[in-house]
């Protein structure tokens, strides 16, 4: 091989080991920055690296379920929420997204009333898994646990509660 090759290669590998490759907690950061800034499509990205580098960072599926949700596409969020619950599954906010993603992504009661009990389980003083709780036992007729979920969650201090129950509970 020639000086000048090789002289090249050598200057393409320092440069290669001086660019600083974003970690998998740097792209997390870089995600839920964007999020906060309501710039999705850039956040989904970061999040995206962030998944692919670090397969157990669960704050970084449960963001990027939330910028699916924010960007309508609540059914595909659900995975993304299942892997945070799953990984993670003392947080109570991830089963309590999951639980609205299947609820408003499919339309699927059955599994969006098991993660906002599992929500519960996790957490028993949650509010807005009650809220959240009682606005699906309410739209399945179920008004007797609506009204208790909703009483509930006044209890721990969710003031959305109070209008549903003032309107439908007697």
Known sequence: MS??????????????????????????????????????????????????????????YFYRGLTKGNLGSFDKSI???????????????????????????????VNALISFNKALEVNPKSKDAYFRRGLLNYSMMEDANACADFTKAIEYGNEQAKAFKAKYCN
């Open 79 to 109: 995975p993304d929420f299942q892997k945070a619950a799953k990984i993670a599954p003392e947080r109570d906010d991830y089963w309590l997204y999951l639980g609205m993603a299947y609820d408003l992504g499919k339309k699927d009661k």
């Open 3 to 60: 000086q000048k090759p090789m002289v090249l290669l050598l200057f393409v590998l320092i440069s290669s080991l001086t660019l600083k490759a974003q970690t998998a907690q740097e792209n997390l950061d870089a995600g839920k920055d964007l999020y906060q800034k309501k710039l999705f499509e850039d956040a989904l990205e970061s999040l995206d690296a962030a998944v692919k580098q670090d397969s157990t960072l669960h704050a970084a």
